[in-house]
């Protein structure tokens, strides 16, 4: 895993969005992406504050510390789910003769996908997600397996308080991540052998930073979940787009075929070693007391205490993210956001085992049998495992094709000329950034930067007279918000047509059939509007209407319009802190049309005369 993600380092247009952020934070001016506007531009809390302590405590160039980071927990990440597999099957197979050996499965198949490797290193929070699950996977199995020697006992109040504190952490990880939180607390809070003081204190460490944060969040960016959320529209439905991007990922990589060896490596596995204290021993008792409802409630609890109810925990798991992903159309990124629910559901077979017949067992006998089935079926997945490895999953290459999927790596790979983008500077070979550095420094008196068809030209619309001393301040709208953000000052504006970092996107109505994140388009006429630059010819580039400007100005009257933008834009006072928390999840869900005339009727404001 280490050395495939080295391999494929780099880090994505994303990725640097992070890093935005971090520098804010370093430079005192807060978690935002541009200085006085609250937005959380970042969709992992916790891969933002991670990067910061790190880039903080090692004073180290940013991109080395995401770069060192990933490399750390993608490799933990595997270290993990193999740990709490091989924990799982020697507990299970304890009383096996012979010798049982644990070969790596799972986590073959993981790394053999080359998304896994291209995402370990991007800058984004993937390396950390797929560590936050072999985290709790490890956890849970040590709480549902005393150790096959008898050495350890069961987590004690400590580990499970532990656990429960790392499984609370969850939605900071990534929001999603709700769903495997709210199973794992569920398991641990209704299983066998806890008091209700346990319990209590369980509830109060799993929930005390999410809660704290969220809180937090509301008052201070006016939203209950990330901004990237409300841009992307998380809550709505594209299950074909999903689908499409399902197929995406399996149909190059014949992914069902290594799925199904290990499935039936684990039927196998589970009916030759099935004995002992497992859902059958705890049946026994069950039936063995009677069936009123108290011993059933008790024969329930115990059976959420066993190995078999943490497989199915992270199966189950495994399956919830990957309806939702497909429910919200996947993501235009290659593979990216099925990574997480691919991990998860094989956590339970990172490793798989082989018992070794003794001598004096070979022969026409199921041990032997069963033995030869699962070696073949491993040698099976080792063979995928290399054809895999080594296939272009988009033969297309570094187009985005119908379907708005692309590889991404490979696409910024070819476009800035570099096999390993990594810095911020590797961006300035994009096309328009070198020309966005020299325009920046070319125009003291700040304004606008609207992109051109020309990969070596902006233009710029200038800020009313009189120019107060230093300048006006630049503000740059573009689509790729890491590269450029990255590649100016601090004192830069940078917003984007999609709304990532710009709330006024974020809340226009989603189109329909727009590229899978990217479905918020906002016209420049706005920016215009908003940013308060010269807004008549022939300072407007000829392409803008200023009709439509003084549309767009009038549109932002609306009062409901304005009370969101302060929500973020405004000075953040007690008394809008208060407000901004009650009212978080309406404006969550206000949208603006993206056409001025009819944002005007749905605010019902005076339509202006012809010219102005």
Known sequence: MFWGAW????????????????????????????????????????????????????????????????????????????????RLYRWRMRAATGTVLLLPAGVLVYIAVPPARDFATSG???????????????????????????????????????????????????????????????????????TWRIRAAMVAVAGLVPVV???WRMGYYGLPYPNTAVSKDAGGAKWTQGFDYLGNLVVPYLLWLPLLFLVTVTVAVMLSSGRGTGVAGNRERFLSKGTDVRTLLTAGQRVLRTPTAVVVLMVLSGVLLLLYSLRVGGDFMHGRVLLPPLFC??????????????????????????????????????????????????????????????????????????????????????????AMVSTIAETPNGGLLLPTPSYDAWDVVPPPEPIPPGGAGHTVFFLNLGMTSMNVGLDVRVVDQMGLAYPLAAHTERLEDGRIGHDKILYPDWVVAESGVVDVYPWLPGYLDEEWVAMAKLALTCPETRELLDSSGAELTWPLFKRNLRNAFEYAGYRIDRVPEYEIQRCDLPMPSAGG
């Not at 933002?48 to 490799?75: D, H, K, P, Q």
């Not at 709480?143 to 656990?163: E, F, H, N, S, Y």
């Not at 504190?165 to 398991?187: K, S």
Request: aromatic share 8%; hydrophobic share 50%; proline share 6%.
């Open 7 to 86: 391999d494929r380092r780099w880090i994505a247009d994303d990725g640097l969005i992070v890093l935005r952020t971090v520098r804010n934070l370093l430079a005192g001016y807060g978690p935002v992406f541009n200085a006085g506007e609250r937005v959380e531009a970042n969709t992992s809390t916790a891969w933002t504050y991670i990067v910061y302590g790190a880039g903080w405590l090692t004073g180290i160039r940013l991109e080395y510390v995401v770069l060192g980071l990933a490399l750390v927990l993608s490799t933990t990440a595997v270290v993990l789910a193999m740990l709490g597999a091989a």
């Open 124 to 194: 984004l929070e993937t390396c950390l997600v797929i560590c936050w699950l072999a985290l709790v996977w490890l956890l849970m199995v040590r709480w549902a397996t005393p150790d096959p020697a008898g050495k350890r006992p069961l987590p004690g109040t400590v580990g499970i308080l532990g656990t429960a504190f790392v499984a609370g952490l969850g939605p900071l990880v990534r929001p999603e991540l709700a769903i495997v939180a709210g199973l794992t607390l569920a398991l641990l809070f209704l299983a066998d052998g806890l």
């Open 213 to 215: 944060y969220q809180i």
């Open 345 to 434: 559901l094989l956590l339970p077979v990172a490793v798989i085992p082989l018992r070794v017949p003794d001598r004096s067992e070979l022969g026409n006998n199921p041990r032997t049998r069963v033995a030869g089935a699962v070696a073949v079926l491993w040698v099976g997945t080792v063979v995928w495992a290399l054809f895999a490895s080594n296939t272009t999953g988009m033969p297309e290459g570094a187009v985005v094709g119908r379907s708005g999927i692309v590889d991404e790596r490979a696409f910024y790979s070819l476009n800035t000329g570099h096999l390993h983008p990594i810095r911020a500077e590797d961006y300035l070979d994009y096309p328009r950034m070198r």
